[in-house]
């Protein structure tokens, strides 16, 4: 049974940076894609960044700049390097990883449980 893990949340003032990691447990696992989403208290959950089994990246309209995805299929873990953090960017940020089960294509989506991200003035 796959486990996401997230971890790097924390508190941070404005301007300033913090680094979440992701870890998913489980050996010899092939990823169709990782993403980070966040949920802010009262908003829906939504997509802050994702990166697919190929390296190619998305990442939501308000956070281009200022945060990068990265991937260490070795750990099978994602980062998001978060920078130039704003108030607006609180929120709980949660690890999203699909998952390819079989030679068919079908694949499963695990979530973490999420780190709390909070941006001060």
């Known amino acids: 049974q796959v486990q996401v893990v997230e971890s790097g949340g924390g508190l941070v003032q404005a301007g300033g940076s913090l680094r979440l990691s992701c870890a998913a447990s489980?050996?010899?696992?092939?990823?169709?894609?990782m993403a980070w989403y966040r949920q802010a208290p009262g908003t829906q959950r939504e997509l802050v960044a994702g990166?697919?089994?190929?390296?190619?990246?998305n990442y939501a309209d308000s956070v281009k700049g200022r945060f990068t995805i990265s991937r260490d299929s070795a750990k099978n873990a994602v980062i998001l390097q978060m920078t130039s953090l704003k108030l607006e960017d609180t929120a709980v940020y949660y690890c999203?990883?699909?998952?390819?089960?079989?030679?068919?294509?079908?694949?499963?989506?695990?979530w973490g449980q999420g780190t709390q991200v909070t941006v001060s003035s």
């Open positions: 999203n990883a699909v998952i390819v089960l079989n030679i068919e294509g079908a694949t499963r989506s695990y």
């Open positions: 489980g050996s010899r696992l092939t990823f169709d894609r």
């Open positions: 990166i697919t089994s190929g390296g190619s990246t």
